[in-house]
């Protein structure tokens, strides 16, 4: 089981924000706008990064710095995964700057930082998310976190499956310790939640958690499948963009990860019986939900057993429709002088999640 929650900011509440981004981020911004004509994608860049800027600082002051990747579209700008360097926000923004002819030239569509933190009793995997258009239903910014429990970590050979095991005694015990869980989750989410409106002056987040089960597929001839192989190929496991953090940090060998793949296994053995958990496959699609009765649902909403059938391929669910149309939101922000400055070019959000109120003074 691990913990995932998000925080997703309207951008009607930022209207007011007339910054421009400083120091390395405006040089981040001027790079990636080389060779862009139009004014108005101009404006976009030097506003997500304005954003970005925020939120780099709402993360630094619950000293969270360790970035492990920064990209954009598919583009991997900046990575560092073995965290060679847990303070390196100033190393993406000099990679950037000696790699500058590299990167493509065309407007963005998406940026991920990807960061790393480390609590006593969680690790956090952490993503934040700027779409620069948005489909109608969703936020286009979005801070992604997800919470793996530091006590299984396999650092120490064996220790993993011991504590496992003890958690795992009975229905009692594995209560106890997943409410412990969700709650130290959730305290993190609140400091995360209060911290945004400190630094980037929004009085209102959207904020969601959730506990999550992973169930694995197996072979028919019941082996365990080498999803390491499997997500350094790009097959059919890879992990997607719009995967949760952990599945973009981690494989299943990693130390930190393991258990999560265990722990349906676990459950079995100990008959043990989860409430208020979604189930997800090994890409983290979501595949069924267990309610608050212990009922297991299909994605669909029907009754299921999301933990039989191991030995058949994980389902994955329907995207939810949230209608047509998308929506450019950055050329709302204004007061950006210069060369950085747009005179409007793309629609705003009018009938979109923003509310109509993704701009103008």
Known sequence: MYMSGSLTIDPSKLSHIRRKPTKGFRRIAEILTIGLIAEHEVHQTFSALSILQQVNSVLRSLGITDVVRFTKDDEVVYEDPDSNDTDDMRLVLDRIAKDSRSLSSTIFSRMSLLVEHHLPEITLVIEVRIQRTH?????????????????????????ATEKMNQSFEDQLGYNAFTDHFREQFDDFLQELE??????????KVHRS????????????????????????AGGDSAPSQHSDPVFQRYDSTSDAFAYCWMWSTFMNL????????????????????????GQEHDSAGSYDSAFAGSDESSR?????????????????????????????????????????????D
């Open 209 to 232: 958690s959730e506990a999550k089960i992973l169930r694995p597929s197996q072979p028919s001839d019941g082996t365990t499948r080498n999803t390491t192989a499997a997500f350094s």
């Open 316 to 360: 994955n669910i329907a995207d939810t429709d949230t209608g047509s149309g998308f929506s450019s939101w950055l050329s709302s922000f204004g007061g950006f002088d210069g060369s950085d400055s747009s005179g409007g070019g793309d629609s705003s959000c009018g009938g979109s999640s923003c509310g109509g109120g993704c701009g103008g």
């Open 270 to 293: 100990h008959d043990i019986q989860p409430q208020d958990v979604t189930i997800v496959d090994e890409r983290g699609g979501e595949v069924g939900v267990v309610d608050s009765e």
């Open 135 to 159: 489909a109608i239903g969703q936020y286009p910014i979005q801070i992604i976190v997800n919470g793996l429990a530091s006590s299984f970590s396999e650092e120490e050979a064996g220790t």
């Open 194 to 203: 209060d911290a945004v409106g400190r630094h980037m002056q929004v009085d």
